[in-house]
């Protein structure tokens, strides 16, 4: 059973069919995407083209950054817009990407610092047997 149905977000999402379905969009759409505009998807070492990985946060990261939503803007008896609404609805979107940023960055470093830790604690167990 999907685990995306249940609520709970996949840490990898492992096919086309998968990323498509979590960003509910068709296949054929988020690899026009990656082609275009970066969609930030991974192929793992050595493998063909068509094998992927995908994090969700990438991908939620991504939209945030690549995607905004259009805030109505009040206008002024003249009919103009109003320049300092502007400037801060586009203030919060990027104060907004800027914490999904630096969170992504956390969970990121820590991962690294995993990883950095058993590759430590893997040469300390060869040089041991040697």
């Known amino acids: 059973m999907n685990s995306a149905a249940n609520g ?3 840490p990898v999402l492992t096919c086309w069919k998968d990323i498509a ?3 509910g969009k068709g296949v054929r759409t988020v690899q026009r995407w990656e082609q275009e505009f970066g969609l930030p998807v991974r192929r793992p070492l050595g493998s063909n083209k068509k094998a992927v990985l995908a994090r969700p946060s990438d991908l939620d990261t991504w939209v945030a950054l690549r995607c905004s939503a259009r805030v109505p803007v009040p206008l002024t008896p ?3 817009r109003q320049d300092s609404v502007i400037r801060l ?4 979107a990027q104060i907004q990407t800027a914490r999904q940023l630096r ?5 990121l470093l820590g991962e690294v610092r995993s990883a950095l830790h058993s590759l430590q604690q893997q040469i ?3 040089q041991s047997g040697v």
């Open 8 to 10: 709970v977000r996949p």
């Open 124 to 126: 300390l167990t060869l």
């Open 21 to 23: 379905n979590y960003m």
């Open 103 to 107: 969170d992504d960055n956390r969970l």
């Open 78 to 80: 003249s009919g103009k």
């Open 89 to 92: 609805a586009a203030l919060s």
